[in-house]
């Protein structure tokens, strides 16, 4: 890694640590970003990049499957 990735990665957790305690805080984002004096199209910003960044790694390391769903119905249900 070089210093721009490592600054990069750093920023990326401060975002996250930021999310979580907006969300954690019991405000809504609007009253959080106004007390931490953070614009709040910034902190929209931040939280669809880092979301983008962890549907890519699923997308990327995972396939998708899908299972069976059995339905029993009781007849009596039914009348």
């Excluded at 990735?5 to 996250?16: D, P």
């Excluded at 954690?24 to 959080?32: A, P």
């Excluded at 931490?36 to 199209?41: R, V």
């Excluded at 669809?48 to 249900?77: A, G, H, W, Y």
Aim: charge should be positive; aromatic fraction near 8%; include cysteine.
């Amino acid at each position: 890694m070089n210093v721009n990735e490592v600054s990069k990665h750093v920023r990326k957790q401060e975002w996250i640590e930021r999310i979580q305690q907006c969300r954690s805080s019991g405000l809504s984002v609007r009253k959080w970003c106004e007390r931490n004096a953070i614009p709040t199209p910034t902190y929209y910003y931040w939280l669809k990049r880092i979301r983008n960044e962890i549907c890519d790694t699923i997308t990327q390391n995972e396939s998708v499957s899908f299972m069976p769903l059995i339905v029993e119905t009781n007849e009596l249900m039914l009348e």
